[in-house]
Nanobody, 120 residues
């Protein structure tokens, strides 16, 4: 499975950040897998943003829920992150990936990450 993030590297404050994750080698509709977004601000740890399930349901970090939306295009095998009303604090490397539900939860595949800077 390979994942590739794409989207603008620079977003202005108050605008909407939109990133797409293109998946190859596996279908985003396969049961037992969720497809997630995680970010890492400079100098900080990883932050879970949310995920979309194989059936299209969503789960979000409660601290970001009011500004976050994850959707998908099954015909293109892609899923998308939208983060509204961004501020410079949303500057981070954004990663997409796959979460596997088995006897435990494993984040088994990740994209390479994409830098997004929020600045005017």
């Amino acid at each position: 499975v390979q994942l590739q993030e794409s989207g603008p590297g620079l977003v202005k404050p108050s605008q909407t950040l939109s990133l797409t994750c293109s998946v190859s080698g596996g279908s985003i509709t396969t049961n037992s897998y969720w497809w997630f977004w995680i970010r890492q601000p400079p100098g900080k740890g990883l932050e879970w943003m949310g995920a979309i399930t194989a059936s299209g349901g969503t789960s979000y970090n409660s601290s970001l829920k009011s500004r976050t939306s994850i959707s998908r295009d099954t015909s293109k095998n892609q899923f998308t992150l939208q983060l509204n009303s961004v501020t410079p604090e949303d500057t981070a490397v954004y990663y997409c990936g796959r979460l596997k539900w088995d006897n435990s939860v494993t984040l088994d595949y990740w994209g390479q990450g994409t830098q997004v800077t929020v600045s005017s």
